[in-house]
């Protein structure tokens, strides 16, 4: 699975938060904040924690990469 976190960072730097004032905000672990940095999975609720405190939807901060799970079709 392939997942882009690059609108979370767009949102985070039109609101002056740096990735610590981001992970404070929306009261996250470093460890998750690594993930998100590296592109990775986080759960449902912090996504929906991160939604919560931009008021914004799910697909104002994370995209999902269809071309990489196209380029995997082995099955």
């Given at each position: 699975m392939s997942?882009?976190?690059?609108k979370l960072w767009?949102?985070?730097?039109q609101n002056r938060l740096n990735k610590t004032a981001l992970r404070d905000k929306v009261g996250i672990t470093n460890a998750?904040?690594?993930?998100l940095s590296k592109n990775q999975?986080?759960?449902m609720?912090?996504?929906g924690r991160i939604c919560q405190?931009?008021?914004?939807?799910?697909?104002?901060?994370v995209e999902?990469?269809?071309e990489s799970v196209e380029k995997n079709t082995d099955l």
């Open positions: 997942f882009c976190y690059d767009e949102i985070a730097y998750t904040l690594s993930r999975t986080v759960s609720e912090v996504l405190s931009f008021d914004c939807r799910i697909e104002d901060i999902y990469n269809f």
